[in-house]
């Protein structure tokens, strides 16, 4: 064959190519609908660095930031149950987060959703809505959020591209960064940066 028909074809599939990946998934109304990209945390805090990271993607790929604030319903309560000390928790860490995003330009559109255990919540939402990606924040020592159990479950079962960030725990606390609700102590904080 020949090699100028052959670089031809080349570049018209790569031409093909980058233009199906920024059109990937057109709207009904023709127009290409915004990347989505699913931020979920759990007990009180959401790190810096995981926060950071989601963003850079977000405005990378033009995405919506979609910070999920999942809450574990006690099994002695009913599933639907008001869960209004949690939400009470959530509201000012979901604020932050919009916030960080907004002054580094990329729109947000933030949840809360509740179930049985982290996972359950994620599942009722991954029901609900699409997302694009998935980025995890994996615990650092002690602290509450999702277990090596919960992280290879979503790995496994999650219905989009899933990133686990794990922040280096030296650098946490010898920063000590992070916002801290007010009358929480050390226990609940969202970084901002």
Not at 41 to 50: I, R, S
Not at 80 to 88: G, H, I, R, S
């Amino acid at each position: 064959m020949n090699v100028a028909l052959i670089a031809a074809l080349v570049a018209v599939a790569a031409g093909l190519v980058a233009v199906a990946l920024r059109w990937r998934r057109p709207r009904i109304d023709g127009r290409p609908r915004a990347a989505r990209i699913l931020v979920p945390f759990t007990g009180g805090a959401l790190d810096q660095t995981v926060l950071n990271a989601a963003i850079r993607i977000a405005r990378a790929e033009e995405a919506t930031l979609v910070p999920a604030y999942l809450i574990v319903v006690p099994l002695e309560r009913a599933q639907d149950a008001p869960m209004q000390q949690e939400v009470t928790m959530a509201m000012p860490l979901l604020e932050a987060v919009e916030h960080a995003a907004l002054r580094a330009g990329v729109p947000v559109d933030a949840r809360v959703e509740s179930g049985r255990t982290p996972i359950h919540a994620l599942q009722r939402l991954w029901q609900a809505e699409r997302f694009d990606r998935i980025v995890v924040p994996a615990p650092i020592g002690r602290r509450h959020g999702f277990t090596p159990k919960d992280l290879t479950w979503m790995l496994t079962n999650a219905p989009a591209e899933t990133l686990i960030l794990r922040p280096d725990p030296t650098l946490e606390l010898a920063n000590g960064n992070g916002y801290r609700l007010p009358g929480r102590g050390s226990g609940a904080s969202v970084a901002l940066g």
